[in-house]
């Protein structure tokens, strides 16, 4: 299999990956089940939720001299280390939220209230997280928006779309990783060096949150002000948000104590717990990474891991599109019509987005739970979807977005009954939404 289509991890491999996740093949009833929705959020170590539960239950402050607290505090030092090795982060401060969106609010209100400039930039497939928060600090700041549109071929934002927006008074840009609805990648690299170059004191923030559990990120080669992820879509748990901010954004002024250091933007005690998580994340990925490299270097591990997993997604997504072994992929398949259908599969991270002839995106979910599988509607009605359809003209799609511990026997079960759904949609137009009691053995 070629580089762009990826390569399937063994058989026997993919047997210990499973093992590492929660309900990866049966849902919590034990019926059987694929969750194709890891893009909302995704399947749970086992390590990060135990390494939280055992933390988490330990009624010691970290903010004290005894053994116990001193016990927490090498925790957090340890996680703050692997959220910087996720990111090969340098200098800076690490933030802790309560989510990745609360964050992200808390990075453009720095800016923006704190940074001369007439304009700032977005584009129109940022999440509302982003995009709600640069409109509302434009109009608090009287900043014009500049907003990039979306290509609706690729299902991303051309680079030269978001650089001509740019100029000396642009105070922020603020982009995603890549789209939540397509799956497209974001130059990141290009878009960080068309702007500076426009503009060299420019602050970027870049939205990780669907591209970090996917390929590898590395601050070092794409230097950014600000940057966020979530764990709880990264195989981790509900309850924080990270980011990492550069040295002059994290003195900004911004809500701190004031007997802590300028660049710190953590408020009260700091939750060990969900540091553990972090480190449970990156031991695993870490532990794949092994598998492949003899390097004792924990961020290069870590490196191989992720391009691993990448290289594996991809291959899955090659399958999803084109199928294999007698099954027809998702391009094949009749009454079935793929959006954003780039042929670069190194360019698209494992989302697609389908429509089916006769059947709007709701029935379809509903028919598929039916069956044993969970996706998820993206419609115009949705506040976190309506703005990016309507830039491609869409009423609403099926989002597809199974996970590494996924393998060719899912994706091959899941286009199967995709063939069964298309086939027979007509009748499936007015369907009832199933029983919450129902099994789907």
Same mark, same amino acid.
Request: net charge negative.
């Given at each position: 299999?070629?580089?762009?289509?990826?390569?399937?991890?063994?058989?026997?491999?993919?047997?210990?990956?499973?093992?590492?996740?929660?309900?990866?093949?049966?849902?919590?009833?034990?019926?059987?089940?694929?969750?194709?929705?890891?893009?909302?959020?995704?399947?749970?170590?086992?390590?990060?939720?135990?390494?939280?539960?055992?933390?988490?239950?330990?009624?010691?402050?970290?903010?004290?001299?005894?053994?116990?607290?001193?016990?927490?505090?090498?925790?957090?030092?340890?996680?703050?280390?692997?959220?910087?090795?996720?990111?090969?982060?340098?200098?800076?401060?690490?933030?802790?939220?309560?989510?990745?969106?609360?964050?992200?609010?808390?990075?453009?209100?720095?800016?923006?209230?704190?940074?001369?400039?007439?304009?700032?930039?977005?584009?129109?497939?940022?999440?509302?997280?982003?995009?709600?928060?640069?409109?509302?600090?434009?109009?608090?700041?009287?900043?014009?928006?500049?907003?990039?549109?979306?290509?609706?071929?690729?299902?991303?934002?051309?680079?030269?779309?978001?650089?001509?927006?740019?100029?000396?008074?642009?105070?922020?840009?603020?982009?995603?990783?890549?789209?939540?609805?397509?799956?497209?990648?974001? +130059?990141? !690299?290009?878009?960080?060096? =068309?702007? @500076? *170059?426009?503009?060299?004191?420019?602050?970027?923030?870049?939205? %990780?949150?669907?591209?970090?559990?996917?390929?590898?990120?590395?601050?070092?080669?794409?230097?950014?002000?600000?940057?966020?992820?979530?764990?709880?879509?990264?195989?981790?748990?509900?309850?924080?948000?990270?980011?990492?901010?550069?040295?002059?954004?994290?003195?900004?002024?911004?809500?701190?104590?004031?007997?802590?250091?300028?660049?710190?933007?953590?408020?009260?005690?700091?939750?060990?717990?969900?540091?553990?998580?972090?480190?449970?994340?990156?031991?695993?990925?870490?532990?794949?990474?092994?598998?492949?490299?003899?390097?004792?270097?924990?961020?290069?591990?870590?490196?191989?891991?992720?391009?691993?997993?990448?290289?594996?997604?991809?291959?899955?997504?090659?399958?999803?599109? +084109?199928? !294999?072994?007698?099954?027809? =992929?998702? @391009? *094949?398949?009749?009454?079935?019509?793929?959006?954003?259908?780039? %042929?670069?599969?190194?360019?698209?991270?494992?989302?697609?987005?389908?429509?089916?002839?006769?059947?709007?995106?709701?029935?379809?979910?509903?028919?598929?739970?039916?069956?044993?599988?969970?996706?998820?509607?993206?419609?115009?009605?949705?506040?976190?979807?309506?703005?990016?359809?309507?830039?491609?003209?869409?009423?609403?799609?099926?989002?597809?977005?199974?996970?590494?511990?996924?393998?060719?026997?899912?994706?091959?079960?899941?286009?199967?009954?995709?063939?069964?759904?298309?086939?027979?949609?007509?009748?499936?137009?007015?369907?009832?939404?199933?029983?919450?009691?129902?099994?789907?053995?």
């Amino acid at each position: 299999m070629s580089s762009n289509q990826g390569q399937f991890f063994s058989s026997s491999f993919m047997e210990e990956i499973k093992a590492r996740f929660h309900w990866v093949n049966q849902d919590m009833d034990g019926c059987e089940r694929l969750f194709f929705d890891n893009a909302g959020g995704s399947f749970r170590l086992k390590a990060a939720s135990e390494a939280f539960t055992s933390i988490d239950a330990l009624p010691d402050c970290p903010e004290r001299i005894h053994e116990r607290a001193r016990y927490l505090q090498d925790i957090q030092t340890r996680g703050e280390s692997d959220i910087r090795h996720i990111l090969n982060a340098r200098g800076g401060s690490v933030y802790l939220s309560l989510t990745a969106s609360a964050a992200m609010f808390e990075m453009v209100r720095a800016v923006m209230e704190n940074t001369p400039g007439t304009n700032a930039v977005t584009t129109i497939l940022e999440h509302p997280s982003s995009f709600d928060a640069m409109k509302l600090y434009c109009e608090r700041t009287g900043k014009q928006l500049r907003v990039a549109p979306s290509n609706p071929v690729t299902g991303g934002v051309d680079v030269d779309a978001i650089v001509s927006l740019i100029d000396a008074d642009t105070a922020l840009l603020s982009v995603m990783y890549a789209s939540n609805i397509s799956g497209a990648k974001f +130059d990141i !690299a290009s878009i960080v060096e =068309g702007v @500076r *170059a426009k503009n060299p004191d420019l602050f970027i923030i870049v939205d %990780a949150v669907q591209h970090a559990p996917h390929a590898v990120i590395d601050l070092q080669k794409t230097p950014v002000d600000g940057i966020n992820f979530a764990p709880y879509k990264f195989f981790g748990c509900r309850g924080s948000g990270i980011a990492w901010l550069s040295k002059r954004m994290a003195e900004l002024p911004h809500h701190r104590l004031e007997a802590k250091e300028n660049g710190v933007w953590e408020l009260g005690s700091p939750a060990p717990a969900q540091f553990a998580v972090v480190s449970a994340i990156v031991d695993y990925v870490a532990w794949i990474g092994e598998q492949v490299s003899d390097s004792s270097d924990r961020r290069e591990l870590f490196v191989q891991g992720m391009q691993r997993i990448e290289s594996h997604e991809r291959a899955l997504l090659s399958m999803l599109l +084109d199928g !294999a072994e007698g099954q027809r =992929g998702l @391009r *094949a398949i009749d009454g079935v019509k793929v959006f954003w259908d780039h %042929a670069d599969l190194t360019e698209r991270d494992l989302i697609v987005g389908i429509g089916f002839d006769g059947l709007d995106p709701t029935a379809a979910v509903r028919e598929y739970e039916k069956r044993g599988v969970t996706v998820y509607e993206r419609i115009g009605t949705s506040p976190y979807s309506g703005r990016m359809l309507r830039s491609f003209n869409l009423e609403g799609a099926v989002r597809i977005s199974p996970l590494h511990c996924h393998e060719p026997r899912d994706v091959a079960r899941f286009l199967a009954i995709t063939e069964e759904l298309a086939s027979d949609r007509k009748k499936y137009t007015r369907s009832r939404q199933p029983s919450l009691s129902a099994c789907f053995c």
